[in-house]
């Protein structure tokens, strides 16, 4: 039973529906983006398969567009993806400390924002095959959106793949903007990151510096003056 | 071509690290304040400084990209689900682009 029942897996697949078809749509863009810079249909559904997440793909892409170092993917993949961390700790507090390494390998394939909070916010207890349901059901929809998007890229008219190129960017705008009403402090969090982005794209010298790691250097930044100006209290850290 | 192969796998060795080292070795609660809270902006930072100013050049002209962007921005600021917002700054900018080649 510590696993959970085949029931537990099928509420799984059914809380993800909804994440299933967000995914869709997103990594429709993905594909198309990855199709613009010669990425085939069989790359770029292996990048989403092995990484299910938006971010880091869409800029990766970036990097692997103009043949850019090793390295700066590594660092920009571990900051942009640097969140995943906080949401796995909480993740291994909900899980029983019985649950095994092996399914805890297994779960943390499909930390994403939305997986993890679907399960982080299941009530009661959270078992393996409830997130493995989760998992399938909205890594369908990543990897089959990344598959259409790549196809659709190669076949769309060029007006009409120019306007989907403003979906990924609509996404980031619907993640981040609501929570902004809440909070001055992520209010100011992010309209001085977008004002630092703008200034490192166009002041000279500055602008010399490549679109991943001027990304890099606005998180951390950003961030981290937040972090000193304004920590956040205790309580607050469990209702993200 | 290979090196695409490697860029791959490289990301994705590196994001499994970040996901699976926490969830397998710390059971207890980060007790730092600052890495809580430098972790929690993180994600609001990151998705700021990408998309802005990137979204100008979204698409192939500036002004249906700001018609986007606007339109993004209202939709998201009255908590319009993600599905929305993207579709609604993509059919804005697309209805830009019909006036602008008409022009």
């Known amino acids: 039973m510590k696993v959970g029942s085949i029931d537990e897996f099928k509420q799984g697949c059914k809380h993800a529906v909804p994440v299933c078809l967000g995914y869709l749509a997103v990594s429709f863009a993905f594909g198309i983006e990855a199709s613009k810079i010669g990425m085939t249909t069989f790359q770029a559904a292996m990048t989403s398969l092995l990484n299910v997440t938006s971010a880091g793909q869409f800029s990766a892409l970036e990097v692997i567009a103009r043949n850019g170092s090793f390295v700066e993917l590594a660092v920009l993949q571990f900051i942009i993806n640097l969140r995943y961390m906080l949401m796995s700790t909480a993740l291994s507090q909900k899980l029983k400390p019985e649950v095994s390494v092996g399914h805890r390998l297994a779960i943390s394939y499909g930390v994403t924002d939305e997986i993890f909070a679907l399960s982080f916010f299941r009530k009661g207890e959270l078992y393996p095959l409830y997130s493995y349901g989760l998992i399938v059901t909205s890594v369908l929809g990543w990897v089959t959106g990344t598959i259409l998007g790549s196809v659709a890229g190669q076949l769309l008219p060029e007006r009409l793949i120019s306007c989907l190129g403003l979906a990924i960017y609509g996404m980031f705008i619907a993640i981040i903007i609501p929570d902004t009403r809440k909070s001055r402090a992520l209010l100011t969090v992010v309209v001085s990151a977008m004002l630092l982005s703008t200034i490192f794209t166009y002041a000279p010298v500055l602008k010399l510096i490549s679109g991943g790691f001027r990304i890099i250097i606005v998180t951390v930044v950003v961030a981290a003056l937040a972090a000193l100006i304004c920590p956040r209290q205790d309580e607050e850290g469990s209702d993200e | ?103």
């Open chain 2, 1 to 103: 071509m290979n090196k695409i192969y490697l860029y791959i796998i490289l990301m994705a060795v590196v994001t499994y690290l970040i996901r699976a080292l926490p969830l397998t070795l710390i059971r207890k609660n980060i007790k730092s304040r600052f890495i809580r809270s430098f972790l929690f902006y993180v994600p609001y930072a990151t998705l700021a400084a990408m998309t802005f100013p990137a979204i100008l050049s979204a698409t192939d002209y500036l002004a249906s990209s700001l018609a986007g962007f606007a339109v993004a921005l209202i939709l998201a600021f009255n908590k319009r689900s993600l599905l929305t917002v993207a579709g609604c700054a993509c059919a804005a900018a697309f209805v830009v682009e019909i006036f602008l080649r008409m022009a």
